[in-house]
């Protein structure tokens, strides 16, 4: 038995591992999250223009790798519960609060599992920004950089070479742009565009087109 387990969640980490690269940055002032634009199904690109990475709450945003059905559903539970806890206790949730529930509730699932990796990030206005990856079984870790999917392993050698303590969001967000861009070099399930998010002391705001341009990644 212990040896199917194994089998099974080998095939469950390798079906959710292909075709997407995300990453997040924990910074001095915030977080900076991103993601490939590309979702394929197998050898086939399903869309071209998919956005991974999802506001959860003005502070508080997920990037989504795997399953697209059980990511959807996901990001709603965590809507909901986000707006719950406004409501009822009139402020935001706390990221690390939000991203113990996303792990609760992967784990109460792990017998019949969301096909998701999870990255939960935000930046409450004082500190530095949080990072927490979360797999499919619930397993909670917080981070200073974290990078999910196929293009990962490349991704993290750049990371791993250009991320610094304490560095900025506006610092950051060129060497999330750069990680990315290597993983659509490299990783043939990863392509097509890239999408930034900034959560910082203005909220949660997405990268314009221009800006990105700004940067010079080729892929």
Do not use: W
Not at 160 to 171: A, G, T, Y
Request: with cysteine; glycine share 8%.
């Amino acid at each position: 038995m212990h040896v199917q387990d194994n089998r099974y969640s080998e095939y469950i980490a390798n079906q959710i591992k292909k075709g997407t690269t995300t990453c997040a940055l924990s910074c001095s002032d915030g977080v900076v999250l991103a993601a490939d634009t590309r979702a394929s199904a197998g050898m086939f690109i399903a869309d071209k223009h998919v956005m991974k990475i999802q506001n959860v709450d003005k502070h508080l945003g997920m990037t989504i790798a795997g399953g697209v059905a059980d990511a959807q559903n996901l990001v709603d539970t965590m809507r909901y519960n986000a707006n719950l806890y406004r409501i009822n206790n009139k402020r935001i949730i706390p990221v690390k609060s939000a991203a113990r529930l996303c792990s609760n509730i992967l784990f109460n699932q792990r017998y019949f599992p969301y096909y998701v990796q999870i990255i939960m990030a935000g930046y409450e206005g004082k500190g530095t920004g949080q990072v927490y990856n979360i797999d499919l079984f619930g397993s909670l870790t917080e981070e200073k950089f974290i990078s999910t999917g196929s293009g990962s392993p490349v991704a993290y050698g750049y990371l791993e070479s250009e991320f610094k303590e304490n560095m900025s969001v506006d610092e950051a967000y060129m060497v999330a742009l750069q990680a990315i861009a290597a993983a659509i070099r490299r990783n043939a399930g990863t392509g097509d565009g890239i999408n930034v998010v900034i959560i910082d002391k203005n909220g949660y705001r997405e990268l314009s087109k221009e800006v990105k341009e700004a940067v010079k990644v080729v892929f």
